[in-house]
């Protein structure tokens, strides 16, 4: 006892008093400091009554602003029957150049005679999530199937193409960790990197020269704090083919970095899949990359295939961990059989017939020069790959309220004419980056070259009408 | 009060002679009559109360009230208690000593005895304990399991997952993985067949058997019985493929707008007595992607405790300050709604935007009813929008299944946006939002789920139609209120032999989602395996899902299931009750339940 006791009382004796006295006092303006912090937020007691005054006064906003009628959103036009080539409004039929249908699967008879066989035998919806007995057969089928067709370990398939990217994302990346992600990215990426509360790192859409200059950043910083660089994720978010933009993403540079900088690469091929590639497995394909380099694909399966959902598919250590942290997978109910037959009927098609993606892609490419030429000498221009079965039509203006009356314009004109085209829309104020007016032109592989050559002279007499005002 | 419950019992009764003559069972009247005003507890409201309330419009809540709990709707007292029953088996004394301070009516859940608590604390212990030993081995290479590996050349990668998540999923998770994502081969009925499958290693992977068994289906959210893979429903769904496709591949906002979705839209704002509504392929994403657009930033929201994860992801991704309050509690409410409206916005102290209170028609773990009276009235007196997701309540309460607005006899206009799902008691997919005109305007040309969400599968939107055609009886038959009564039946003979047997069992008399307290995880696990083993599909939940020492299994009551397959139901679950000790109520043998 004594033996620890001697030491330390000789301790206390040893050191000067005035050691003491600083301490004391170092002591007093902590306790003072840490007094005014607590107190500086809060403003004087207020009594009840002042309380009881303050909730009366209290006047809260409308709910909802109001909406001028003129929206488009509220004028919608309702098309009736199916969404195929052709679309009929009011009774008329119209060219579809309007929807994602690529391959041309809406309306597809085998595709609609496996749908109605899966409502007799399992009902239209499934009542419940993946977890609890909504799983069927059929979903695993399909998780199988697509892993099978992009050559992957394994498939997790979402209700929902939009959740599917926005839920897959914040599965990985939380707080903490970087994600890298291009400044072109479409609004559900932009809603996952938002839900993950990661630090969001944006490079110039496809500019890879100033994704490396930020990774430099990065590993010089990586340098200074090595404990903290060994466990910060690193992810990038890219899209196959940029929705917002009609471009190609420069995949080979991406998986340089990938293994240069560590990061791991997300892909949104929901454009993509099913479109680039000569068989239509998407990006990886089409650059030769391996697939099970990259660490996962998420698509939607409401483009090409012409369903509804989405699936993520990559190696099982990666992509099986969404089955517990994917909220739009664990709390939605499972997409239903119906749609999922339809989606695995459609891939089966999307095997046997593979001259689909060939008509795609002379489609896109007779469509983009001929448009090119259509609107060459007038303030419109077209952007997209030559690859890419949606381009988007712009009008040259410093004047956003003149592009925007402008591209309406055609766009009302060439309806009038027969053709239904439609505007891209966006959530002004919600994207994270402004946004410049277009028109969102897609082709599909059912289109005849007759059917777009006349497309392009309906195309080219309204901007000719256009321009000459 | 006894007059006006007997009168009103006789009716019930009435009713549902009218309507057993569907199912071949029915038992002697008498009883019934007994039972169940012998259940109800005694502080249920006359409805004159409800009546002078409607006069002015307004309810007086800072007076407190004796019998205080307003919005019984006669419908209610119609079919038996409804009342309390459930909060007065375990803490009476607390609940009604909350209710005298306050007009607003607060639960208290029975909860285990300490030593039980203590006891589920200790099994975590003594699992984490192995897990961490099992790791270690593993670590070692003393044994190998089939776990999936990190891709060769990305070792040095930062890794994706580990901590105690990794060693729960690995270890607890995966043991038990059996009772869960069990595969279906048939529709989700009444009846479903379910693959057999088998792990030869513990969970890491499954081996199907090849063969199938017929399972009760005490697990799906098919509340009205509608899924079905023949009938009115399954015809004209597979008949709008024939007219309209399957897909639209566009969003509303660009081209994707077909007039049947326009059309289901009108029938779900006459469902549901709103100016207009929405719909959206998605129930998740109705939350998630249209919260945003009704409160930004300088909003606060009131979120239940229990609220689902969309609603939660979507007050998350709407940038508002969002304030928690006590599960189904109005009171905790309205002092939460006091402080915020007296503190304003943190840091700047300037005044809320607005408030808007989200709360939950059903509660999917808890099976408690929300107290929407009691939620209006706050909402009234301070100003508040109110957001109600009615994802298990619509078609599963009130007479014609309107959900818990007609349940309580409310009026749809004093709940500022309606929504709910049509995957649950529709038997399809996707939720709709509901409300008055100018707000549906303003979703409709601002919210992310109309500007960049495809729109919905036509067989999707024509079951939809169908099942609600036949709920509001345009199919000429009294089919609709067949199926309400049926599984409001269901429901209260089902919980009130649950409970007799000893069970405990939360939420409300009425709500068809009921959970059974099991309490330990290892238990629950039992009892999902047992039931099977019988031939009896319920859902197991544990942790996450649930506070960590509340696992319970939990059953959902369909308007198609029969008083044998209920008999049958409740005989096996007794059995595993005793088997696995989960009788943590008290056994009441004298009562007779009628059906």
């Not at chain 2, 070792?155 to 995966?174: H, I, M, Q, T, V």
Request: glycine share 8%.
């Amino acid at each position: 006892m004594d033996s620890v006791v001697i030491p330390i009382y000789t301790t206390i004796v040893s050191v000067p008093y005035y050691h003491y006295v600083l301490e004391g006092l170092l002591v007093l303006v902590v306790v003072f400091l840490w007094n005014r912090r607590n107190r500086r937020p809060r403003r004087p007691q207020l009594t009840e009554e002042e309380k009881e005054e303050l909730i009366r006064k209290w006047q809260p906003e409308p709910l909802v602003p109001d909406t001028p009628q003129d929206h488009p959103a509220l004028n919608p036009k309702y098309v009736d029957g199916k969404m195929g080539k052709y679309v009929s409004i009011e009774g008329k039929d119209y060219l579809n150049l309007a929807t994602s249908n690529f391959l041309g699967l809406v309306g597809d008879e085998r595709i609609e005679e496996v749908a109605k066989k899966t409502i007799y035998k399992y009902g239209v919806g499934s009542c419940g999530p993946r977890g609890f007995y909504g799983t069927v057969d059929v979903h695993l089928d399909l998780e199988k199937q697509l892993a099978e067709f992009m050559g992957c370990e394994e498939a997790v398939l979402y209700s929902y193409g939009f959740a599917t990217i926005a839920s897959a994302i914040p599965a990985y990346a939380k707080r903490g960790d970087i994600i890298y992600a291009d400044k072109g990215v479409n609004f559900a990426i932009q809603k996952g990197l938002q839900a993950s509360r990661s630090q969001i790192e944006w490079f110039e859409h496809n500019d890879m020269e100033d994704f490396e200059r930020l990774l430099k950043i990065q590993a010089e910083k990586d340098l200074k704090n090595p404990k903290k660089a060994k466990v910060t994720r690193r992810f990038m978010v890219v899209e196959g083919l940029y929705l917002n933009s009609g471009d190609l993403c420069p995949l080979p540079t991406l998986m340089e970095l990938k293994w240069k900088y560590k990061v791991r690469i997300f892909i949104d091929e929901s454009l993509s899949f099913g479109v680039v590639g000569s068989r239509g497995r998407g990006v990886t394909e089409h650059f030769g990359v391996d697939v099970t380099d990259v660490d996962m694909i998420m698509a939607s399966l409401e483009n090409a295939v012409a369903s509804t959902g989405g699936f993520c598919c990559g190696r099982s250590y990666v992509v099986s961990h969404q089955r517990l942290s994917g909220l739009g997978y664990c709390f939605s109910a499972s997409l239903p059989p119906l749609l999922t037959t339809a989606a695995s009927e459609a891939l089966r098609i999307m095997d046997e017939e593979p001259e689909r993606f060939d008509h795609l892609r002379s489609n896109g490419r007779r469509m983009l020069e001929g448009l090119r030429a259509a609107i060459a000498d007038t303030l419109f221009y077209v952007q997209g790959d030559a690859l890419s079965p949606v381009f988007h039509i712009k009008y040259r203006s410093d004047d956003v309220e003149e592009a925007e009356k402008k591209l309406d314009a055609l766009v009302d004109n060439a309806f009038e004419k027969g053709l239904a085209l439609t505007r891209a829309r966006y959530l002004v104020g919600e994207e994270a980056f402004p946004i410049v007016p277009s028109i969102r032109l897609t082709v599909n592989s059912q289109l005849t070259s007759e059917e777009v050559d006349k497309s392009l002279k309906t195309i080219a007499e309204v901007v000719r009408s256009l321009t000459k005002k | 009060m006894p007059a006006i419950s007997t009168t009103s019992l006789e009716s019930a009764h009435h009713r549902f002679e009218s309507s057993s003559t569907a199912s071949d069972d029915h038992d002697d009247s008498p009883i019934e009559l007994h039972d169940v005003s012998h259940s109800s507890s005694p502080n249920r409201t006359p409805s004159e109360s409800r009546s002078s309330e409607d006069s002015d419009g307004f309810v007086e809540i800072a007076e407190p009230k004796k019998e205080a709990h307003v919005g019984v709707d006669s419908w209610a007292q119609n079919n038996g208690s409804m009342n309390g029953k459930v909060w007065s088996r375990g803490d009476a004394s607390a609940s009604s000593r909350l209710c005298e301070k306050s007009s607003y009516k607060v639960e208290e859940y029975p909860d285990a005895p300490w030593y039980t608590s203590v006891l589920v604390c200790f099994s975590y212990a003594v699992m984490i304990i192995l897990s961490k030993f099992a790791d270690w081995l593993r670590k070692k290479g003393y044994f190998k399991v089939p776990k999936a590996q990190e891709h060769y050349r990305q070792k040095d990668f930062a890794p994706l997952k580990g901590g105690f998540e990794s060693l729960y999923l690995d270890n607890l998770y995966r043991i038990a993985c059996d009772v869960m994502n069990r595969p279906l081969a048939s529709v989700p009925g009444a009846i479903m067949t379910l693959r057999d499958r088998t792990t030869y290693n513990h969970g890491w992977q499954f081996v199907y058997t090849g063969t199938t068994s017929e399972v009760l289906n005490m697990g799906s959210y098919n509340y009205l019985g509608f899924s079905s893979n023949s009938g009115p429903c399954a015809d004209a769904a597979a008949k709008a493929i024939t007219a309209d496709g399957l897909a639209t591949c566009a969003t509303r906002h660009e081209f994707g707008m077909t007039k049947i979705q326009h059309n289901l839209e009108k029938y779900v704002a006459e469902y549901l007595g709103t100016e207009s509504a929405l719909c959206f392929p998605m129930g998740f994403g109705t939350n998630s992607m249209n919260i945003p657009c009704l409160v930004e930033k300088g909003c606060l929201i009131l979120s239940d405790e229990l609220n689902h994860a969309s609603l939660v992801l979507g007050c998350r991704m709407s940038g508002a300050s969002i304030k928690v309050f006590k599960h189904n509690n109005a009171k905790d409410l309205e002092r939460q709604i006091r402080n915020a409206i007296v503190a304003g916005q943190p840091k700047s102290g300037k005044p809320y935007k607005k408030i808007m209170i989200i709360v939950e028609g059903i509660y999917s773990m808890e099976g408690t009813i929300v107290h929407l009276p009691d939620i209006i009235a706050v909402k009234k007196k301070y100003g508040a929008y109110l957001f109600l997701d009615e994802a298990h309540s619509v078609g599963a309460l009130g007479p014609s299944g309107k959900g818990v607005v007609e349940y309580w006899g409310c009026d749809p206009a004093d709940v500022d946006i309606m929504m709910g799902t049509l995957t649950k008691s529709f038997a399809a997919a996707g939720g709709y939002i509901a409300g008055r005109k100018r707000t549906i305007e303003h979703i409709r040309a601002k919210s992310q789920g109309c500007c960049y969400g495809t729109t919905m599968s036509a067989p999707v939107i024509a079951q939809v139609s169908s099942s609600m055609q036949i709920m509001l009886g345009h199919d000429g038959t009294d089919e609709g209120s067949i199926r309400t009564q049926r599984l409001a039946r269901n429901t209260r003979y089902f919980r009130q032999r649950l409970r007799n047997m000893g069970f405990l069992i939360y939420g409300h008399d009425d709500s068809p989602v009921i959970p059974l307290m099991t309490f330990f995880v290892t238990k629950v696990v039992c009892f999902g395996r047992e039931t099977l083993k019988r031939n009896l599909g319920v859902v197991s939940v544990g942790a996450p899902a649930t506070p960590l020492t509340k696992s319970r299994a939990r059953f959902c009551i369909s308007a198609s299931h029969t008083k044998e397959q209920l008999d049958k139901a409740l005989e096996i679950v007794s059995e595993i009750g005793d088997v696995t000790r989960t009788k943590y109520g008290r056994v009441n043998n004298t009562e007779i339940v009628a059906y």
